[in-house]
């Protein structure tokens, strides 16, 4: 049986969808490297901490933590939308903005390829 191609589905370009898989992926490796290194500068979790600290050294770790845990939350987050775009991939709704569902420009992917919304839903959003 042959497999029709529906020409009226949006759809990313097929042969696009690799290299962006790759690209998803690897990039997804790196920010869990990111977000290890990150939780390891984190004061907190440093085993040789004192707990007698003085207040001086407790005021610099405090700052370290909140740092660290900023950093970590950002690329959490990053990883996190990489995963989904991946998932969307997978099941062929790459490109295909999660709100509107119309397609999400090509140029906007280029630059950030873990994006699931387009431009203008974007926006919606951040209203
Ligand atoms: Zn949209």
Same mark, same amino acid.
């Given at each position: 049986?042959?497999? *029709?191609?529906? #020409? *009226?589905?949006?759809?990313?370009?097929?042969?696009?969808?690799?290299?962006?898989?790759? +690209?998803?992926?690897?990039?997804?490796?790196?920010?869990?490297?990111?977000?290890?290194g990150?939780?390891?500068? #984190?004061?907190?979790? #440093?085993?040789?901490?004192?707990?007698?600290?003085?207040?001086?050294?407790?005021?610099?770790?405090?700052?370290?933590?909140?740092?660290?845990?900023?950093?970590?939350? +950002?690329?959490?987050?990053?990883i996190?939308?990489?995963?989904?775009?991946?998932?969307?991939l997978?099941?062929?709704?790459?490109?295909?903005?999660?709100s509107?569902?119309?397609?999400i #420009?090509?140029?906007?992917?280029?630059?950030?390829?873990?994006?699931?919304?387009?431009?203008?839903?974007?926006?919606?959003?951040?209203?």
């Amino acid at each position: 049986m042959k497999k *029709t191609d529906n #020409d *009226t589905q949006l759809k990313f370009p097929q042969k696009l969808l690799k290299p962006i898989k790759s +690209f998803l992926e690897s990039e997804i490796v790196r920010l869990k490297r990111t977000e290890k290194g990150i939780k390891r500068s #984190d004061p907190f979790s #440093d085993p040789g901490r004192t707990l007698e600290n003085s207040s001086e050294e407790d005021a610099d770790e405090q700052i370290g933590h909140f740092e660290a845990q900023v950093k970590a939350r +950002f690329v959490t987050k990053q990883i996190v939308q990489l995963r989904r775009a991946l998932s969307l991939l997978k099941i062929g709704k790459y490109g295909i903005c999660e709100s509107c569902g119309k397609m999400i #420009d090509t140029d906007r992917l280029a630059i950030h390829p873990g994006v699931t919304v387009c431009i203008k839903c974007e926006k919606e959003r951040e209203k």
